[in-house]
């Protein structure tokens, strides 16, 4: 069989893999996960030119040269690299090998702990994912080909068996298309949901156009919230491509710093990885800035796929009333009609996004446990709290501020 000669390589540096090659297997996952109806904001048609950022060889590249996510951080890079004897790469999957569940967004520090209570040691873990971004997105990478087929099931097995050479408790892919859910599901790893707020565009003209879909209540919060919020003075401003400058790096880093100090303790990317991302994919960034009185006070970064706008971190170090929802939602949703780009996915967690037009959506990862006992403990667990979500979500639906009859269509990833 063709599949015989196929062969699994692990690379611990994103440097040390051609950047072409790279990139045309995140591309050929892109478009066959658009073939079918897949339940994801990469459902539309993906440009070929401009894939999923985060899945781009230069954001990774940026986020281990820069240092962020490094095995001095806890983030071992362990990609892997299904390749046939001729040494040509066919699909590949971004892994780290883990040593904490810092910045992974869907939260397993709770089985860790009742793994080491039982007398095991739940770290290193394999961890499949984009470091820092909670968005969903294709992980089993594949081009197109003869072995497009068997490469999915190649890799998931590819991960158990890299566990099991790196004495890892687990593997856990997160954020996953419904295809790759899939994938994993028929390898034999457990199903998880939780819950996002995304953005859906009905083909809306203007952010005003919008407003008129929603109940006439939160039509005058939103805009009494947009009003108030630049009432100080307050100017804001796009910035993206070439108008990206080492300035407003700065300005924005320190943002950052400040906010990441205060909810994490210690924020994750540092200083050089704005840079080095900057100079990568400069025009698949957008920066929402805020100034007052001449010096920039706030902002979020935002990445634009090709039909998504995926909204990042925010900072500021003056607080005024209503900023926050300005810089990050509205603008966001401004910006996405100004663009014709189809979701806002606006980050992890937050019913608050609820009243502002975000509506609930379900994310999905998988996770494969070695110890038969705790994957027994782990799966029984998963049944309620697939459950839970489904509910929750549901009943917040019912919620949306959106007048009966003009909710637009929810496309869950």
């Avoid at 108030?228 to 993206?240: F, K, P």
Wanted: glycine share 8%; with cysteine.
């Amino acid at each position: 069989m063709p599949e015989a000669a196929l062969r699994i390589r692990v690379e611990s540096r994103i440097a040390d893999i051609p950047a072409d090659i790279w990139d045309s297997c995140a591309r050929g996952s892109q478009i066959s996960t658009t073939a079918g109806k897949q339940l994801s904001s990469l459902d539309n048609t993906i440009n070929s030119a401009s894939p999923d950022p985060f899945l781009s060889h230069a954001f990774l590249r940026a986020v281990e040269e820069s240092g962020s996510a490094t095995a001095q951080t806890g983030w071992l890079p362990q990609h892997l690299l299904l390749e046939d004897e001729n040494g040509i790469i066919h699909a590949a999957c971004p892994a780290f090998l883990k040593s904490h569940s810092r910045g992974e967004y869907v939260f397993d520090q709770g089985w860790a702990e009742a793994y080491e209570r039982a007398g095991g040691e739940y770290y290193p873990k394999l961890q499949v994912a984009i470091p820092f971004t909670p968005a969903t997105g294709p992980r089993l990478l594949v081009r197109n080909g003869p072995y497009a087929d068997f490469a999915r099931p190649a890799l998931a097995q590819g991960l158990t068996q890299l566990a099991g050479h790196r004495e890892a408790s687990s593997v856990h892919a997160t954020f996953l298309t419904e295809t790759d859910a899939r994938s994993f599901l028929e390898a034999g790893y457990l199903s998880r949901t939780d819950q996002q707020f995304h953005w859906h565009n009905a083909g809306y003209a203007s952010f005003e156009e919008f407003l008129a879909a929603l109940a006439s209540r939160k039509r005058k919060v939103i805009r009494r919230e947009r009003r108030e919020a630049l009432e100080s003075g307050i100017e804001i401003r796009w910035i993206t491509g070439s108008d990206i400058t080492e300035e407003i790096l700065d300005a924005f880093f320190g943002f950052y710093m400040e906010t990441g100090s205060r909810k994490w303790g210690r924020p994750y990317l540092t200083r050089s990885f704005y840079s080095l991302v900057a100079e990568a994919m400069p025009e698949q960034i957008l920066f929402v800035m805020a100034r007052r009185a001449g010096r920039w006070i706030a902002g979020a970064i935002n990445f634009i796929g090709a039909n998504t706008l995926f909204g990042r971190h925010w900072g500021a170090i003056e607080h005024h009333p209503f900023l926050h929802f300005e810089v990050c939602y509205h603008q966001a949703i401004d910006y996405a009609i100004a663009h014709g780009l189809k979701t806002v996915e606006a980050g992890a967690q937050g019913e608050h996004k609820l009243a502002r037009g975000y509506l609930p959506v379900t994310t999905h990862s998988a996770h494969w446990i070695a110890d038969p006992g705790l994957r027994r403990a782990f799966a029984d667990y998963l049944v309620r709290e697939r459950a839970y979500v489904a509910q929750a979500n549901a009943e917040l639906a019912e919620l949306g501020p959106f007048r009966r009859g003009s909710q637009p269509i929810e496309e869950e990833p």
